[in-house]
């Protein structure tokens, strides 16, 4: 069975940092190209960052430069570092792969950007 299991969110100032993880089971995951998406309330969730099994990344624009996607294939888990926190990166943050056919999706982990 898999699963994905995010953690690291909280309430942080403008301008702060935090550091998302998502440990994965029940994959190959050194296989598996990995992503993080966001969802703010009323909005459509979003692709943020993507890692590929080889560790190639890709950001959308509006966090380039300030979110880095990374793997740590020993340890199953892909972490989001988010640096220069805006109250527009407020958002439940959520971790996917796809394997197949099928998306998996963590539970995802709040962040909120409020001074």
């Known amino acids: 069975q898999v699963q994905l299991v995010e953690s690291g969110g909280g309430l942080v100032q403008p301008g702060g940092s935090l550091r998302l993880s998502c440990t994965a089971s029940?994959?190959?995951?050194?296989?598996?190209?990995m992503d993080w998406y966001r969802q703010a309330p009323g909005k459509q969730r979003e692709l943020v960052a993507q890692i590929t099994n080889d560790g190639s990344t890709k950001y959308v624009d509006s966090v380039n430069g300030r979110f880095t996607i990374s793997r740590d294939n020993a340890k199953k888990t892909v972490y989001l570092q988010i640096n220069s926190l805006k109250p527009e990166d407020t958002a439940v943050y959520y971790c996917?792969?796809?394997?197949?056919?099928?998306?998996?999706w963590g539970q995802g982990t709040q962040v909120t950007v409020t001074s």
């Open positions: 996917h792969t796809l394997l197949g056919y099928v998306d998996y």
């Open positions: 029940g994959i190959i995951f050194r296989l598996n190209a």
